[in-house]
């Protein structure tokens, strides 16, 4: 799926596929925001596991009903992976596709403290309940779904969404490639020069021809299912259409979940190789796509490492922001957000930098 591709009923930017003549984009999920909550659970990364949540309140589960009152303090069920979304829209018909204008007029900036973004566990928490509490006040058919792990820690923080399913678009890059450099440590692959080029490409400027290459070579679907598997991230499916990386779905909860793998057990050169690409994160996609907002939107914060994802679908927009802050990378961020097509990408990118805005306010 291509970041920068539009799909009708299936719109989408920032995605893509193996095939020049389907160069599209990614599927979102539509979901009503409702009463928000934040959650706080301890990662174990030296397992890959993904963290135990220790529940205050209710939490949030696919469809368009409000979530119920229900508290859990056990690791999502592995079945939630097992099907798609409850809310992806229906269609009756092949979709049509066409593209996307290359170059959407970009949206206003929010500055960002250049600083340490938190000042405790507590500064994190209050964060996250600040950004649930900004998706309440947000039109219905705008959501927001965060996490945010501490890495010193160990704690997550979770917000009323971080378990909802999204259609990933281009941020299922890093996951494809946390395997890709998993494989050839462990000598089922190997990389060359050209290979790790495809790497940077695809990070840095969420180039869709650069992951549409990996995705051949190195058996993407084969490779996803590995990564899901290894890492048990309950939250996160492979694409139906194999065809369609960025079809996959997944979850703020599942997006930390990698990021921890990535820094914890790749080894020093491969994990300089995909942190040192983010942080070379461009102001405009390789498609045009202006991916200057969320964590990226300036003026940047010294220390962020960012790997963006946006797409549409039918009348719905997605738009990630996903990435590393603070010092030694102690910061790992993820913010995942579906809303209305019909307001336009400005004002997409707004509820994305807005969002950021509030954490680090509210947090620092």
């Given at each position: ?347 997409a990118r707004t509820v994305d930098n807005n969002a950021v805005k509030t954490l680090l306010t509210a947090g620092g």
């Amino acid at each position: 799926m291509r970041n920068g591709a539009i799909r009708r009923p299936l719109v989408c930017m920032s995605g893509g596929h193996p095939h020049s003549t389907r160069r599209i984009a990614i599927a979102a999920v539509v979901v009503t925001a409702s009463a928000l909550v934040v959650t706080v659970a301890l990662v174990s990364r030296s397992t890959g596991a993904g963290p135990q949540r220790v529940a205050q309140g209710s939490t949030a589960t696919p469809g368009t009903t409000a979530p119920s009152a229900t508290t859990s303090t056990t690791a999502p069920s592995a079945t939630t992976s097992a099907t798609a979304p409850t809310t992806q829209p229906a269609t009756t018909s092949t979709p049509t596709r066409t593209p996307t204008p290359a170059n959407p007029t970009p949206a206003p900036k929010a500055a960002l403290p250049p600083t340490e973004p938190f000042t405790d566990d507590a500064a994190v928490q209050s964060g996250v309940a600040a950004v649930d509490q900004l998706d309440e006040e947000l039109p219905a058919d705008v959501q927001v779904g965060i996490a945010v792990q501490d890495r010193v820690t160990g704690k997550l923080i979770a917000g009323k969404y971080s378990s909802q399913q999204y259609y990933s678009a281009s941020v299922v890059k890093l996951f494809l490639i946390d395997e890709i450099l998993r494989q050839s440590e462990a000598g089922i692959i190997r990389l060359t020069a050209t290979d790790r080029d495809l790497i940077k490409r695809a990070l840095s400027a969420s180039d869709d021809n650069a992951m549409d290459s990996l995705w051949v070579t190195f058996n993407g679907p084969a490779a996803l299912a590995e990564l899901i598997t290894s890492l048990k991230l309950t939250e996160t499916t492979a694409p139906t259409d194999t065809a369609q990386w960025g079809e996959t779905t997944t979850s703020a909860h599942d997006v930390i979940v990698v990021y921890d793998d990535v820094l914890d057990h790749l080894t020093a050169t491969n994990r300089n190789l995909v942190v040192s690409s983010l942080a070379a994160a461009t102001d405009a996609g390789a498609d045009g796509f202006d991916q200057a907002f969320g964590l990226l939107v300036p003026p940047r914060m010294d220390t962020v490492k960012a790997k963006q994802g946006w797409m549409s679908y039918g009348p719905t927009y997605l738009l990630h922001t996903t990435g590393l802050l603070g010092s030694d990378n102690r910061y790992v961020v993820a913010i995942l957000t579906v809303q209305s097509a019909g307001a336009g990408w400005d004002s997409a990118r707004t509820v994305d930098n807005n969002a950021v805005k509030t954490l680090l306010t509210a947090g620092g």
